[in-house]
């Protein structure tokens, strides 16, 4: 029950003010969900380098260092070394230098914090509220980078906290993100499913369980469009979602067509709503030739392109 | 023309503006629209509105009369319900276009999303694209034209109308057929072509429904007639019950329908009791008088409220299940005691309108009877999402009841078997409901209060769902709830009782910390003002009466109400039959039975100590049985004070 965004800019090697688009699309469907809003954000780390952001617990007793302490020392025994550090907000953002096996990595790290998402480019900030609450507490407008997503939530089977908030990062593998509307019904077939190969979920939110379906596919060197593709085939129930990687962005949408979605695009950008009214929000005054993805689709773009 | 920039204005205030430019007279042009949601919504005068852009969801819905011209885009159910007058889309249109039209005609010069013309009554949509899949999905009548290709299963389920394909007809819907067209046809299409100046085509292809689903082989056998004591007694095994059910079975070869609730004992009020002793209740005659029973409901969010006299409404039942001297009957006896008529699906009758008080409007999927002037002649609109009796299913009428008249107010076809849709065309989650709230508050200038009735299912996420979209109020509707006409399967073994309804349904708000963001008006198999003071107890804000005021009005409880013949001449549409039901008499046992209920909450409230319902609460019951104990968590204490010592003083 939510709303849903994305942008891609064109032209390799700048950055864009892809915080402040967000803000202004998510602001547009804050109507669809006003429990909590969350965006997942892209600008390349220099190489070897791993982006990490943590929720510290507000409810803790002690002090928030403690838990940052924690996180630190796990990291260090797991060959991390700490480059940059921040409290921003409720999170802990970290930058470290890491060359091993980044799933493990993040598993392990499961184990020890709320992992909120870990990648070479890819930031995920998430709160309750509305996509300006978030914004004044983390300054997502200050945000550049290549493209994103946005999600604002109204909750409907769960609780409203950061955690159940999307985008939801694939756990374990690096800049895969998703934002979602709809529900799938085959959730726990399918978890079980991956859950059989070795793969570790740390929600019972729906979402999750797709970022970890595209990202396996992807591991086992699929292109994400074909990981979209096998996605439609695979999950029943109503959904709309976007994915993004690294260096693109995708959706796909099921046969019913239960939850909208529009896009549009130009030479600048590709960007994805659930509802015109957001994709207007980047440009005031004019009208827009978008499309509505037929039922039952995907596509995805690349910044290459 | 004048100029409305929303640029400068909220939807909001331009629509406000846009009425009052409308009652003067005056064609108007909306700048830097952007897509916004609800642009015209509830205009009812024949002027033009050029938006210069694209429009959001509902654009020129809940209107009569004006003319819209979109230069590009629309979102969501352009011309949702609009009775007469016309849009023109310059671009293209999201799902369901044309949902629920009653008359007006639609032209989109882009392609169209799917489910264009759901439910639609009368009028012409014209899509000069491609439509996607399901066009015409459930329609009552009229047409839809499309020159570009359809897309799957077109015209799946339509009771009636005809659509039109220029180009490829990708395949039909269930029930749905492919016809010859005639001349008067094509030439009629060519008019309106015309018209709009749009080329036409070589040729068309024609569907329409095929007749399979909508008439039963055999029409549903009358019952013998049981008293309702001995069918729902408590003896399991090839009671007359279970007989009559299986030779009913041997005669149609499928489901039965049947009117009235669930036969079968469950949890009720009767299980719990109160804590204190009730031996002063009746002894004082003015207790009226002394009890403060004023309830306000829907004000919450600034809304006009209800104004009740006492904490007690009619439960929505609608004109077609009964008949219209029954609505105006209870129309008259709500009135008389100062409470609120709902007019529950099928529209409002005039008869009824004059003689309530007080009346709610409600709204369902089918949106049969729905419509702008009704709802600004009302005193608060109700979304249905489902019933107690059935939820998950629709509203049913058998072909007996539904005669022209009846017909007519609904938009539909006369004479066939209805089946109301379960589902709206526009709501298909919470981010939908929430867009459909705001349409009906636009139309009715944010005056009215909006309800959702649920049936009491997944209550704990329904109600959270209630409360963060912002309902005015909320009416939950139990299992024991009656019907018209129902399956008999579904009424006795589907749903969740009354009585762990309320509990969840308190527990649920209480968890998001809602409980004084939501009124609470409770139904189900209420009997009488001491189940409504259980009711409020527990913590509802109001108890709804439906069968029990039908019963006050003259009903013999021979549950034959799916049949149309009605002896008693209540759940029944024939003249003859009706002939017998005195509406002048029937009010006034109808509100000298309400009566009953104010006196009953009066005395009870006042032996239990206090001088308001308000001060009502859980600590004044107790759980008669363990299972009512669980349910509720009250204090199993099955000997209650009022009758195990009352007047029968101390032992020496």
Redesign the interface.
Known sequence: ???IAGVMYRGVGQSFDTGKALIQMLDGCQ?????STGFALYAPEKSGRLKMRFFLEKLIEGDSQDSINTIRGRLGELGAVVEEEAQVGDNYRVTVRFGGDIQKLSYEMERAAKVISIGTSLEIVKDVGSAHDVDDRYDVHEFRGTHGLGHVR????SD?KPEAAHPFWATGFADVAIVH?GQITNYWKMRRRLQQQGFEFTTDNDSELIAVYLADKLAQGAALKEALASSIDDLDG?FSFLVSTQDEIGYAKDRL????M?MYQDENLVAIA????S???LF?????????P??GTYATWSRSI | MVSLDL?QLSVREANTRLRALGEAGEDVEIL?P????HIGVGLTAPVRVNV???A??FCAGLTDQAHFNI???V??GVGDNMYSGSVVVG??A??IPGVAIRGAEIVIHG?M??RAGQVMKAGTLCCVGNA??MAGYMMYGGRIIILGDSGERLGEDMSSGEIFVAGKVEDLGSDAMLTDIDQGELDSLHEFLDRYDIKAPKGFSKVVNAGTKLRYGTSERPMRSIPFQSFSGASFYWNPKIQEDIAIKSQSGRYRIRGYGGARPLPHFSDIGFRKSLASAGADRNVIDKVSMDTEIGGINGARPLKLSMPVMIAPMSYGALSRSTKQAIALGSAMSGIAENTGEGGMSDAQRDAAGQLIFQCLGGRLGWNIHDMRRADALEIYISQGAKPGLGGQLMAKKVTPELAKIRGIPAGIDLRSPSRHPDI????DL??KI?EFREATGYELPVSVKLGAGRIR?DI??AA??GFDFVELDGMQGSTGAGSSEVIDNVGIPTLPAIIEAIEALEE?GARDKVQLVLMGGLRDGVDAVKALCLGADAAAFGTSVIIAGGCIACMQCHVGTCVTGIATQDPEHEKRYKPENESQNIHRFLESVRWQIAAITNALGYDNVRQLGRDDLVALTPEAAHITGLPYEPVPVDTATFNMGTAP
């Open positions: 029950m939510c709303g109507h669809r969900g006003p429990d109204l909750a409907t089977e409203v509307n109503t067509a239960a939850k909208p529009i659930s509802e015109e009214v994709l207007n929000r005031p005054g004019q009208a827009l030739n978008t499309r509505e037929a039922p | 640029a830097n952007d897509a916004r949601h210069r852009g694209s959001g969801y230069s590009h885009n979102g969501w671009g293209n999201g799902a392609n999303g799917s996607n899949f298909l989650g919470a981010d929430v867009i705001e996420d959270k769902i963060k979209d998001i």
